[in-house]
């Protein structure tokens, strides 16, 4: 049996979390955070909550599918039974698809806590700000001067340019394959106490959308098992908008997006009830790896993450299982 740390409890990380113990190694999982799940964030303000990060999972591979199936066989996971819309110049439009989306129950970050129950120790609100390879074994530091180890293997389940400092002295050659563009966006969550003016716009359950700032709205209250108190939404922005606009004044950005809402929802503005805006600086792979996992065997090393293979939280899935399979084989 194996000791590997996992620096990093997002999706890949947490995916390879599950691989390792399923084959009987010791896991000790990091994360800069407070909780895990990555992207698959949650957000509370006053009586409503939404889903900010990641708002379905999808898959095209089999042993996704087979993942999600088990999922929500044990009850962690729903299928988000909607038609999505299409959002444009020309209205709001139904565009039905036969896609299976499926959300965590009863918040994304629930089936981040479910796959994270089988580490043997997690790490919360531990920044690991150095991996030194000490003989065969690994240890870590944090930004607060403790230290971590000794560990057998190490995963790196960061974005790129966290993962850069972490490489750059123990494998420079998998911190150049970190020269990866993750886009940014910001996420306004909104939550009514009534309907928007426009009837059809109340029947949006999620809508990707064309538009300069915007482009995908959701109902977040429609998903399973979520409040229905009040109405939430969420509104993701446009990449490039968002690009311009990442050290703009924080209400100048959330009135904004508020006004595109009302905009392409083509409804009178209310005032929210509650209302929150959230800048991610790493959102979502410009154009992944494909590559599965970088892995450096000699030194028991691997780095995952959804940038690495082909986006979204599938690719992220799939990577982790990659940088876990380095350690099954050896």
Same mark, same amino acid.
């Given at each position: /049996?194996?000791?590997?740390?996992?620096?990093?409890?997002? /999706?890949?990380?947490?995916?390879?979390?599950?691989?390792?113990?399923?084959?009987?190694?010791?896991?000790?999982?990091?994360?800069?955070?407070?909780?895990?799940?990555?992207?698959?964030?949650?957000?509370?303000?006053?009586?409503?909550? &939404?889903? /900010?990060? +990641?708002?379905? /999972?999808?898959?095209?591979?089999?042993?996704?599918?087979?993942?999600?199936?088990?999922?929500?066989?044990?009850?962690w996971i729903?299928?988000?039974?909607?038609?999505?819309?299409?959002?444009?110049?020309?209205?709001?439009?139904?565009?039905?698809?036969?896609?299976?989306?499926?959300?965590?129950?009863?918040?994304?970050?629930?089936?981040?806590?479910?796959? #994270?129950?089988?580490?043997?120790?997690?790490?919360?609100?531990?920044?690991?700000?150095?991996?030194?390879?000490?003989?065969?074994?690994?240890? #870590?530091?944090?930004?607060?001067?403790?230290?971590?180890?000794?560990?057998?293997?190490?995963?790196?389940?960061?974005?790129?340019?966290?993962?850069?400092?972490?490489?750059?002295?123990?494998?420079?050659?998998?911190?150049?394959?970190?020269?990866?563009?993750?886009?940014?966006?910001?996420?306004?969550?909104?939550?009514?106490?009534?309907? #928007?003016?426009?009837?059809?716009?109340n029947d949006?359950?999620?809508?990707?959308?064309?538009?300069?700032?915007?482009?995908?709205?959701?109902?977040?209250?429609?998903?399973?098992?979520?409040?229905?108190?009040?109405?939430?939404?969420?509104?993701?922005?446009?990449?490039?908008?968002?690009?311009?606009?990442?050290?703009?004044?924080?209400?100048?950005?959330?009135?904004?997006?508020?006004? +595109?809402?009302?905009?392409?929802?083509?409804?009178?503005?209310?005032?929210?009830?509650?209302?929150w805006l959230?800048? &991610?600086?790493? +959102?979502?792979?410009?154009?992944?790896?494909?590559?599965?996992?970088?892995?450096?065997?000699?030194?028991?090393?691997?780095?995952?993450?959804?940038?690495?293979?082909?986006?979204?939280?599938?690719? +992220?899935?799939?990577?982790?299982?990659?940088?876990?399979?380095?350690?099954?084989?050896?």
């Amino acid at each position: /049996m194996a000791h590997i740390a996992i620096v990093g409890a997002g /999706m890949a990380g947490l995916s390879a979390l599950q691989l390792l113990k399923e084959h009987g190694h010791q896991v000790t999982v990091f994360d800069k955070s407070r909780g895990s799940g990555g992207r698959l964030a949650t957000k509370k303000v006053g009586d409503a909550s &939404w889903d /900010m990060g +990641a708002q379905f /999972m999808r898959s095209h591979n089999g042993a996704f599918t087979k993942a999600l199936h088990q999922w929500q066989k044990e009850g962690w996971i729903q299928h988000w039974n909607f038609q999505p819309h299409v959002i444009n110049a020309d209205g709001i439009h139904e565009s039905p698809d036969d896609v299976e989306r499926y959300v965590g129950v009863s918040r994304m970050t629930a089936l981040s806590r479910k796959l #994270l129950e089988c580490a043997d120790q997690f790490h919360a609100s531990t920044r690991i700000t150095e991996c030194r390879r000490h003989g065969e074994s690994w240890q #870590l530091e944090d930004d607060m001067g403790n230290n971590f180890g000794d560990f057998d293997g190490l995963i790196i389940n960061t974005p790129p340019l966290q993962a850069q400092p972490l490489l750059q002295q123990i494998a420079p050659e998998l911190a150049a394959q970190c020269d990866v563009d993750l886009m940014p966006t910001f996420t306004l969550l909104l939550a009514f106490d009534q309907g #928007l003016s426009n009837d059809q716009a109340n029947d949006v359950k999620g809508a990707f959308v064309k538009h300069p700032i915007v482009d995908w709205i959701s109902q977040n209250s429609s998903k399973p098992e979520r409040d229905q108190n009040l109405t939430t939404w969420v509104v993701h922005a446009n990449h490039d908008w968002a690009r311009t606009h990442t050290e703009s004044p924080r209400d100048h950005v959330q009135q904004l997006m508020l006004d +595109a809402f009302f905009e392409v929802m083509q409804s009178d503005a209310i005032v929210p009830t509650e209302s929150w805006l959230h800048r &991610w600086l790493y +959102a979502i792979v410009d154009q992944p790896l494909h590559k599965g996992s970088l892995v450096d065997q000699q030194q028991q090393l691997a780095v995952c993450g959804d940038w690495v293979d082909q986006g979204a939280v599938e690719g +992220a899935w799939l990577s982790g299982q990659q940088a876990a399979q380095q350690f099954i084989n050896n």
